[in-house]
């Protein structure tokens, strides 16, 4: 039997482009019905399920942010793309604070509509069977170079496999050193431009002053020094991936033209006046809490939107110790084999200090430490006097003696929070901040401390 329509719901008052949008939209091959108002797209979706929701955000009566919030009550899942003006591109953000997966901006082109309704309805449908998949029992991912045996990391994996097809924009968060690189070259490798170039820039080890051009490449004569056009990382990622590195870190003049790029797939050169195309897809990376930077106001919240597709959080090792001993092994046979060594053993003892070892630099601190013992080891394996930590490890037989009497380690976490909480006014952001963890981190140890729900109102501006 065929597979069944897409299904989708056009609310838009202007008769001629709602007439317009559903005619191209139904010869893409979707099933499409339209309403001119909100009161009339509530009705149907009352009525039947649809599979997505496109609507004018300036809508008469009941608008299209209200209109927004009443259906997504009625379905949380329900994709929105919203469509406005130019001059409204605030509310627009507003919309997609509220719920919104993407927004468009008129005048749009048809094709350009349609793509974007093609990548929402394509990652609502990921997302729907990467919960399957997570529920399913035995399923197992391996990708080279990867270490994933902890459930932590099956997790992360299980998603890439599922994105990996599509062309969404994938945000990558973690702490430095956990492997977002090696994520991101899997997620392009497993993809549909895997023979397209992979091309990646980290934004910190660039002046920002360079960025700019490293990015879009330049004319002869844009700047002193020029002599000759040059073209910038996007130009050579042309029909493949662009993994741009530290993405929190990137000016907000820079951050303007990101944002075009993903809107409307082009940008001019430094010094030029030529627009040029480019189809490429975008993995960003960081290890700030882009959330924190939406407050300070250091990061633009349109284009939090547009890169936040995708969000894939990377667990710190300290989170998935169970992988230490294979991860430790790997790297021990790669330093060998480069160094034309024959592959050492580990011993038990050292690799129960390695596990535990809190590795505040990650997966990134576990290769270095590996790498210094196979150099300097004397003998055919690797013992406890052959790793040489930085930092003394955090779960050893005399933990408790840092402990005040009496308490243990997560009663002692427990109260740490608490104390932050209450030094923040209750405000989560700034919490987060005094204990050094991200926004994701702290809610998931008040989740466990049962107070993720608490009322909040000095963080509701954060949270909104």
């Known amino acids: 039997m065929p597979a069944e329509k897409p299904s989708i719901l056009i609310v838009e008052d202007e008769p ?14 979707f099933s499409v019905q339209s309403a001119p108002d909100a009161e009339a797209g509530l009705k ?35 994709p929105m793309v919203i469509m406005t003006a130019h001059g ?3 509310s627009a953000v507003e919309a997609m604070k509220a719920g919104a997966s993407n927004y468009v901006l008129k005048p ?69 050193g956990v492997g977002k690189d090696l994520i991101a070259r899997a997620i392009h490798e497993h993809s549909l431009r895997f023979r397209g170039p992979f091309v990646k820039i980290n934004s910190t080890a660039i002046p920002e002053n360079l960025l700019e051009s490293e990015l879009f490449g330049y004319e002869k004569g844009a700047f ?38 993903l809107q409307e797939r082009e940008f001019e050169r430094l010094g030029g006046t ?35 597709v995708v969000p894939i959080d990377i667990p710190p090792l300290r989170d998935h110790p169970e992988d230490i001993p294979a991860l430790a092994r790997l790297f021990a046979e790669r330093f060998a084999r480069e160094s034309k060594k024959a592959a050492p053993a580990i011993s038990g003892a050292a690799i129960q200090l390695l596990v535990n070892h809190r590795w505040p630099g990650n997966v990134r601190e576990l290769q270095n430490v590996i790498e210094r013992g196979v150099t300097l080891a004397s003998g ?7 790793i040489h930590l930085d930092s003394p490890p955090a779960r050893s037989s005399a933990s408790s003696a840092v402990l005040p009497p009496g308490m243990t380690l997560d009663q002692w976490e427990e109260a740490a929070i608490r104390e ?11 919490a987060a901040r005094a204990l050094g963890l991200s926004r994701n981190a702290l809610r998931y140890r008040l989740d466990k401390m049962g107070l993720a729900d608490a009322a909040d109102p000095a963080d509701s501006s954060a949270d909104s």
């Open 16 to 29: 001629k482009l709602r007439r317009l949008v559903e005619l191209h939209l139904a010869d893409e091959g």
């Open 44 to 78: 149907l979706l009352r009525q039947e399920s649809f599979g997505l929701i496109l609507s004018d955000l300036k809508l008469p009566g009941m608008s299209g942010l209200e209109f927004l919030k009443a259906a997504k009550e009625a379905d949380p899942e329900i």
């Open 88 to 90: 409204t591109v605030e």
């Open 108 to 176: 749009f082109s048809l094709a350009e509509l349609a793509m974007v309704v093609r990548k929402e309805l394509s990652t609502r449908a990921l997302r729907e069977e990467n919960r399957s998949l997570r529920e399913a029992l035995g399923v197992k991912y391996e990708y080279a170079n990867i270490v994933s045996g902890s459930e932590k990391m099956q997790s992360v994996l299980a998603l890439v496999e599922r994105i990996a097809p599509t062309n969404s924009t994938v945000l990558l968060g973690g702490e430095s």
């Open 224 to 261: 002193s020094g020029a002599v000759s056009s040059k073209p910038g990382k996007f130009e050579l990622a042309d029909g493949g991936t662009l993994f741009l590195d530290e993405i929190g870190d990137v000016p907000p003049a820079i951050q303007v033209k990101l944002l075009r790029v």
């Open 274 to 308: 030529k627009t040029l195309k480019v189809d490429v897809r975008l993995i960003a990376a960081t290890n700030r809490d882009l959330r924190a930077a939406l407050e300070d106001g250091t990061f633009r919240e349109d284009l939090y939107y547009r890169l936040n």
């Open 380 to 386: 055919s394996s690797l013992d406890v006097s052959d």
């Open 420 to 430: 932050a909480l209450r030094a923040a006014g209750g405000n989560k952001s700034q």
